[in-house]
């Protein structure tokens, strides 16, 4: 079972308000990733990091941000939420390695609803 | 780009039927395949994979193979529970390196008794 942890796993917020989304791994793994889940199932890659103080945006546009100051933890902000995103976030880390073949392990989401 | 292309649901089926579900993957390299599952209020989990042409990946009852002649990797079992409801996920690994993961949408399964 994989040791990936996220906080909220529910929360619903008023239009404008700053969240914080928790992502923490025990497993030392080097690479983690966020993944914004639509409604009808389809994951985009948002953010990702191969390390500390190493971050890239992913293949769907947002507006969120993210940071890695330490290898355990890849939290997620949005600065003034909005409607449009409510969804599913999820993210995810695998070890790093070169030959794609790693796996990547998920934690349990965070669904947000903005009012 | 990469991309990966799996059959629509929802697939309904009794328990103790077969079970197929189509994907099939373009990539310019030779990715390694992965399929998925997803829970009800869960994240994913690894269910199999293959690294490479002619691999057969297999986990809990379900089986895919890596075809890399009909660039596919469906993904099968012979007799399906109740507890396989879920919805699946066909996903390739990138091909130029980093180990980000291409998805397909998703295939929702629901089993019945």
């Known amino acids: 079972e994989a040791d990936i942890y996220q906080t909220p796993r529910y929360l619903v917020i008023g239009t404008g308000k700053k969240i914080t989304l928790e992502c923490s791994q025990t497993m030392g793994h080097d690479k983690m990733y966020w993944y914004q889940q639509d409604p009808g199932m389809e994951l985009h890659l948002i953010h990702y990091s191969y390390g500390v103080n190493s971050t890239e945006k992913g293949d769907l546009s947002s507006e969120s941000t993210v940071s890695r100051i330490r290898t355990e933890h890849f939290p997620l902000t949005l600065e003034s939420a909005r409607p449009s995103h409510t969804s599913q976030y999820l993210c995810?880390?695998?070890?790093?390695?070169?030959?794609?073949?790693?796996?990547?392990?998920f934690g349990p989401g965070t669904r947000l609803l903005v009012l | 780009g990469d991309s990966v292309t799996q059959m629509e649901g929802p697939v309904t089926l009794s328990e103790e039927a077969f079970l197929t579900i189509n994907c099939t993957y373009t990539a310019t390299g030779y990715p390694s395949l992965f399929w998925y599952v997803q829970y009800p209020g869960e994240g994913l989990q690894l269910l199999l994979k293959a690294t490479k042409a002619d691999d057969k990946g297999s986990n809990k009852g379900f089986e895919a193979t890596y075809r890399k002649e009909t660039t596919s990797f469906h993904l099968e079992k012979g007799s399906v529970q109740v507890s396989d409801s879920a919805v699946y996920f066909c996903?390739?690994?990138?091909?130029?390196?980093?180990?980000?993961?291409?998805f397909g949408t998703g295939t929702q399964l629901k089993v019945e008794l």
């Open positions: 996903a390739l690994s990138d091909t130029r390196g980093g180990n980000k993961l291409t």
């Open positions: 995810a880390s695998t070890p790093l390695g070169t030959g794609g073949e790693e796996t990547q392990y």
